[in-house]
T-cell receptor, first 112, second 114 residues
């Protein structure tokens, strides 16, 4: 079956621009997670949705980061006024239960 | 403060031999552990997991061992194959009744040589 998909796969933004990253989870998966992976590091948690409810946003690094999942399926991670330190791979994962999460290919964001 | 640590950034193993990847954790609230494999330009792929009520879980060539008292887990791959060359991430979670975020280590790059 179809896995988690993310778009765009690559995004180059000039410092100060706003970006929107999209995640299509596996159909029927209730839980959706966003992670940020810096070069040479493991993924770090950003935020978690159960259906349309954002239950945990403790990992969002600043108020420039905003995520939504209005209909409990597709999710968008928005970064306003991008900074160079926002350059990273943004990974989306979904799960049907409390344990294993299935990841998309990620969006590589480069802020110049 | 790194709660999940993979102290070996890289490992090289000959094809057919055993690969052993190690992971240590500090948070005693973690009760579920997972290994993910990652190829370049792809997302992490779930490999195998273990609950804290077990000390071993096996799936084909992959076995994960958990030593709770030492807060240590390891992934054994036997026999190693060239297609196993990838970055391996250890991850941990503590369930609170609903899905739980994963805390990852920094990864170990495994190279399986011919």
């Amino acid at each position: 079956g179809a896995g988690v998909s993310q778009s765009p796969r690559y995004k180059v933004a000039k410092r100060g621009q706003d970006v929107a990253l999209r995640c299509d989870p596996i159909s029927g998966h209730v839980s959706l997670f966003w992670y940020q992976q810096a070069l040479g590091q493991g993924p770090e948690f950003l935020t978690y949705f159960q259906n349309e409810a954002q239950l945990d946003k403790s990992g969002l690094p600043s108020d420039r980061f905003f995520a939504e999942r209005p209909e409990g399926s597709v999710s968008t991670l928005k970064i306003q006024r991008t900074q160079q330190e926002d350059s990273a791979v943004y990974l989306c994962a979904s799960s049907s239960g409390p344990r294993e999460q299935y990841f998309g290919p990620g969006t590589r964001l480069t802020v110049t | 403060d790194q709660q999940v640590k993979q102290n070996s950034p890289s490992l090289s193993v000959q094809e057919g031999r055993i690969s052993i990847l190690n992971c240590d954790y500090t948070n005693s609230m973690f009760d579920y552990f997972l290994w993910y494999k990652k190829y370049p330009a792809e997302g992490p792929t779930f490999l195998i997991s273990i609950s804290s009520i077990k000390d071993k879980n096996e799936d084909g060539r992959f076995t994960v061992f958990l030593n709770k008292s030492a807060k240590h887990l390891s992934l054994h791959i036997v026999p190693s194959q060239p297609g196993d060359s990838a970055v391996y991430f250890c991850a941990a979670s503590g369930v609170t009744g609903t899905a739980s975020k994963l805390t990852f280590g920094t990864g170990t790059r495994l190279q399986v040589t011919l």
